[in-house]
Structure formats: structure tokens, C-alpha cells
């Protein structure tokens, strides 16, 4: 190993000697100061380093640059042995851009076989900004020391600041053109989200769009089913989704933790999980993870997989992800709603012309066919007053009984659609109008009756009227189904909850069995209840068992 033979020596304390420099290293100090053509850093510093070994000349040289966002630069170039390696190293260990308003210092190192290495800091803008090795033969060192065929001061200056300031201009300049390119690509990213409501072609977007981000192979989404603690993940070009535990893997973690990771070796990280990854076929090196947060709710997270370069993920990529990542948090749960929204709204057409058909069919079957009986029979005593006059009074009465039970009827009819009292008498006395009016259009014996206290409380409009929308849909349920001789409404308190409930005493039925046939039966009379009493912030309760009759109990909190 070679030791230091000249320690670091300040350029104002040995005499140095101008040099004739012929046309030749001219063109080439000249090419080695001219920046412009160079599209980045690496390669200015590398045709800098293989310009200044051969103008040196020296039998090789090495570089180090910190770019002024912390990024390094190592470089090489020519033959360098083990020594020369372990030297540059040592002098490169801990080094960062530091403030340095002296003049440079020179050092020259002695190696083993006759050679010495010449260490130069790079500087701009008064900061030390890396290092520069030379390999040079020992006369010439020598000669140096002399200040013999060496370049002068002011020029050697001129070379050391030149290298580092053009190397800063055009690692800024690349940056302001990459954080401008990447503002340009999330406000393209941010409109296409904002007005795509179709949740499957929202996550499509997303997966295009984000990998170009960060210059990656490819996106995934994964989104939180909270009731099953899943992971769900659509693969592109694939029509079949994904599940894992959302306890698993990497995105587990983050969607358990909620915050963002950086793993540029999956290998070598222990909550790598690749069963997905084996499934789709393809290779992950390295992953970039955040979490996607709505507040302070993670519906999922996203992550990119392998950058195209082969670099590193960096701090920079993770703000650039977590930021597209909130945004498209926002598009999915606008795009969850909006589906929600159209769910319901074909829910409620649908329901709609369930109703309008139930009207028809009424009228069909009660009103339509006694005014149709009516005019046959007002027909039949025409008839009747020119043939037998006598009979005429007795038909008319008959006839006048059927008018009363058809306008008994319609306005029956009428009172269940919407009674005109319920806002101002409430639903205890609207109830009791509507038991007295009921009556089984089967025309069996069943009997509805209503126990409650009269001090029973007022509710807010909207809640007594779908109270008595629910009480109804369970009255006309145990009257179709339940085949009981009584069907009982009770309205009570209980601590600080209005409790209304409709009960049976007729064959019951399956409840499990029922609710688990949803997505196959024509009715969603029991779903359409539940979602009622939710839309009011109350409870609906419904207990029955083959041959233990129906409850149907609805539970409205008072406070």
C-alpha cells in the first residue's frame, strides 16, 4: 500500500509555471467546458473524465458527483487496481456537498509500482460538490511539484469549477424538466379521473396511466372488501379478480399500517408474498406501495412494480405515487358512489313499477270490476223498470250497497298509498283509521287489531311516514303468507326507543333460508323494510320459525 508523499497542498503555495498549449488541447479543454450537448449528467461527467485522462494525460481517472438533491455519480474510467480502488473509496467515504468558499486544494497520493494518483475536489457555486481522481505516472507528479509542462493556476481553477457548475446546471435543468413533465402527467391523470364515474374503466385509467409516473413496468390496485378482509386485484387483460388476506404481503402491510413503502428487493423483504404473483406470471423485483386514503379511511392501496431503468425507487417516486394515489382514492370512492347512486336509482324504478303494478292489479281486482258490476246492473234495472217495476226498488238497494263498498274500496285504496292524516294526526291515530278500515281482499276471516297506549310519542314527520310504510309492508306480508287467524299491531316504549312490531300466528318461515335466496326470488319485500328503518336510523328486527308465527318488530331511537 502506498502512503501520502505530498500532503494537501494549497494552489497559492507552489509556484506554478504557464504552460504552451498547443491547438490540439485547446479544441479539447474547450469541448470539455461546452455543456450544451449534453443531455445528462452522466454523460457530461463521463466524456469529462475520459477527456481529462487523455489531456492529462494520466493512465486512468475516477469521479464522483452529488447532484444538489443528494443523488451520486461514480464514474471510471481506464485501469484501476486494487490499490488505486481502496484509495479512491477512502477518499470518497462520508463525502457530501459541503460549503467550501477556499480556493481548491490539490492532493497527490504515491502508489506502490512508481505511480501517484492527484486527487481534485469539483466545486460550484462555492460548495464542494465531488471529486476527482487521477492515475499518473510519477515524473509527472514530480514535474508538477516543480510547476514543469503543468497548467497553470487560474486555468486548473477554470477546469475544476467548470466540470461541477455545468454538472449542477444540468442536473437542475433535468430536474425542473422532470418535475414538469411529471406536474403535466398528474393533472392529465387528475381531469381523466374527475369526470370517469365507471368504476372498472376508472381502475383500467389508473393502471395505464400511473407506471408512467415513475417509469415503471407495470400498476396494481388493490381494493379493501372490509366485511371479508380481502384484497381484491384485477390483472389487465384478465376477466377474473384476485383475493388475498389483507393481513398478507406487503400491501397488507401498508393497508394495515397505512403508510407507504419502498422495497427494492422483494426477496430479501420477509412479507413478500408472491402467490399472486406466481398466478399471473410475472416477476417482481422491487415495489413501490402507498396506501389509498379517503379522510382517514384506506380503501386499498397502489403499487408500481419494477422501474424500467432498473434503478432504485426513491423518496421522490413515493411523494410522486402517494399524491396520484390520494387523487385516485377520490375518483374510485366518487366513482363507488355515483354507482351506488345508479344502483339505487334503477332499485327505485324498479320498486316503482313493482307499485305502479300492485295499483293496476288492485284495481283491477277490487274497484274496476265492482264499477264494472255496477253498470251492469244499472243495465239490468233498465231493463227491469220497463218489464217488472216492481222489482226495481230492491234491485237499487242492492245496487246502492255495491256503490258504498266500491267508494269504501278506493278510498281504502287511497288511505294506503298515503293517508292525508298521518303529518297532522300522526301515526298512533292513523293506524287505528287503518285497522279500521282494513279488510282481507281474499275475503278471509283474518282480523287485524292495534294495541298501544294513547300517550304513545310523536315521531318526526319522515320517520312516521316510513313507520307506516314498514307496519304496512308487514301487515300485507302475514296476510298473503302467514294464513293467521289475527295479525296484531303493538306500538310501545321501551327505555328510549319507539318500538313498533307486527305480529302473526300463522306458519312462520325459514328467515336464513330467505334472506340467503335474495338474488334469485322476484321480492325483496323483507330487504326493502331493512333499507326503510336504515334510511331513518332505526333497527328492523324480523324473528320467525315454521310454525311459530312472524315478528316483525321496528326499533326508532327517540333521542
Known amino acids: 500500500m502506498g502512503y501520502i508523499t505530498q ?16 491547438q490540439r488541447h485547446l479544441e479539447t479543454l474547450s469541448q470539455l467546458l461546452i455543456a450544451g450537448g449534453h443531455h445528462g449528467v452522466s454523460e457530461l461527467l463521463t466524456a469529462s473524465l475520459e477527456r481529462l485522462v487523455s489531456f492529462w494525460p494520466a493512465r ?17 474510467h481506464g485501469p484501476l487496481d486494487e490499490e488505486a480502488r481502496t484509495l479512491i473509496e477512502q477518499a470518497r467515504h462520508g463525502f457530501g456537498r459541503r460549503e467550501d468558499g477556499s480556493e481548491p486544494i490539490v492532493g497527490s497520493y504515491s502508489l506502490d509500482d512508481g505511480r501517484d494518483m492527484i486527487e481534485l475536489p469539483l466545486q460550484s457555486g462555492g460548495q464542494g460538490v465531488g471529486l476527482l481522481h487521477l492515475v499518473v505516472e510519477g515524473q509527472d507528479s514530480q514535474s508538477r511539484a516543480e510547476g514543469v509542462n503543468t497548467l497553470d493556476e487560474d486555468l486548473l481553477v477554470l477546469l475544476v469549477r467548470a466540470i461541477g457548475g455545468e454538472a449542477d446546471k444540468i442536473a437542475m435543468l433535468r430536474r425542473a424538466e422532470r418535475d414538469l413533465r411529471e406536474l403535466n402527467l398528474l393533472y392529465e391523470i387528475g381531469q381523466s379521473l374527475a369526470v370517469n ?15 408512467k409516473v415513475v417509469g415503471a413496468e407495470r400498476c396494481s390496485i388493490f381494493i379493501l372488501d372490509e366485511p371479508k378482509n380481502e384484497l381484491l386485484l384485477d390483472i389487465p387483460g384478465e376477466q377474473r379478480q384476485y383475493r388475498m388476506p389483507a393481513d398478507r404481503g406487503i400491501a397488507g402491510w401498508v393497508v394495515t399500517h397505512g403508510v407507504g413503502q419502498i422495497v427494492n428487493d422483494v426477496e430479501q423483504d420477509t412479507r413478500w408474498y408472491d ?36 434503478r432504485p425507487f426513491t423518496d421522490q417516486d413515493m411523494q410522486l405515487l402517494t399524491t396520484l394515489a390520494a387523487q385516485a382514492a377520490i375518483a374510485i370512492e366518487n366513482a363507488r358512489l355515483y354507482q351506488s347512486l345508479k344502483q339505487e336509482h334503477e332499485r327505485l324504478l324498479s320498486k316503482e ?15 274496476t270490476q265492482s264499477v264494472a258490476a255496477i253498470a251492469m246492473n244499472i243495465e239490468f234495472i233498465k231493463k227491469l223498470y220497463k218489464a217488472m217495476p216492481e222489482r226495481v226498488p230492491d234491485e237499487l238497494n242492492t245496487l246502492a250497497e255495491l256503490v258504498n263498498k266500491t267508494t269504501h274500496d278506493i278510498r281504502t285504496l287511497l288511505f294506503e298509498l298515503r293517508p292525508l292524516g298521518l303529518e297532522t294526526q300522526g301515526l298512533l291515530i292513523t293506524l287505528q283509521q287503518y285497522v279500521d278500515r282494513w279488510r282481507d281482499p281474499a275475503g278471509s276471516d283474518t282480523r287485524l287489531r292495534l294495541e298501544a297506549p294513547a300517550n304513545m310519542p310523536r315521531l318526526p314527520n319522515e320517520k ?6 314498514i307496519i304496512q309492508e308487514a301487515v300485507t306480508n302475514a296476510r298473503k303468507h ?22 302473526d300466528r300463522g306458519k312462520g318461515f325459514n328467515l336464513a333460508a330467505v334472506e340467503s335466496s335474495y338474488n334469485n326470488r322476484g321480492s325483496l319485500g323483507l330487504l326493502n323494510m331493512k333499507e326503510r328503518a336504515h334510511l331513518i336510523g332505526a333497527d328492523l328486527r324480523i324473528r320467525s320459525d315454521p310454525g311459530q308465527g312472524t315478528t316483525v318488530e321496528l326499533r326508532v331511537p327517540l333521542s
Do not use: W
Open 60 to 76: 486512468a481517472g475516477a469521479l464522483l458527483y452529488v447532484t444538489p438533491y443528494g443523488e451520486m455519480v461514480r464514474l471510471a
Open 7 to 22: 500532503t494537501i497542498t494549497l494552489m497559492d503555495e507552489v509556484p506554478m509555471s504557464p504552460i504552451a498549449i498547443n
Open 464 to 469: 312516521e311516514a316510513a313507520a307506516f310504510i
Open 353 to 367: 313499477a313493482d307499485v305502479r303494478h300492485a295499483i293496476a292489479r288492485d284495481l283491477h281486482d277490487g274497484p
Open 197 to 211: 364515474l365507471d368504476l372498472s374503466s376508472l381502475l383500467n385509467d389508473i393502471k395505464l396511466r400511473a407506471p
Open 482 to 503: 302467514a294464513r293467521s287467524d289475527v295479525i296484531t299491531i303493538y306500538l310501545y316504549t321501551e327505555e328510549d326507543t319507539f318500538v313498533a312490531s307486527v305480529r
Open 275 to 310: 402467490a399472486i404473483g406466481r398466478e399471473a406470471e410475472f416477476v417482481t423485483r422491487s415495489i413501490l406501495c402507498v396506501p389509498m386514503k379517503v379522510k382517514d379511511r384506506t380503501i386499498g392501496v397502489m403499487q408500481i412494480l419494477n422501474t424500467l431503468d432498473g
